[in-house]
């Protein structure tokens, strides 16, 4: 019989606003050395565009907060610098 250990769970990291969005948060995430499962990806095809029902990107807990970490900094990333802004 296989033992169930902690670090063997899975839990959601991210929620994505669209499949697309959750594929480049699994990219980076795999760029880190961190498996990651986009869970939701095709919800879309079946059931269209509904409000609440998004992508999810999921890793094992004992990654959770590395891939946190490398989420976190991807949006810093993203994010306009406000000094560049007030430049414009």
Sequence with gaps: MATF???DDI?????????LQAHI???ALAAAGIKSRVVGDFL??????IPGINSEVWVHRNDL???EAVLRQG???A???SSEEAES
Excluded: M
């Design 25 to 27: 948060y699994q990219q």
């Design 44 to 49: 879309d095809a079946g059931l269209g565009d």
């Design 65 to 67: 907060a590395r891939a």
């Design 75 to 77: 949006q810093e990333h």
């Design 5 to 7: 250990e902690p670090s």
């Design 79 to 81: 994010e306009p610098d």
């Design 11 to 19: 839990v959601p990291v991210a929620t994505a606003i669209n499949p």
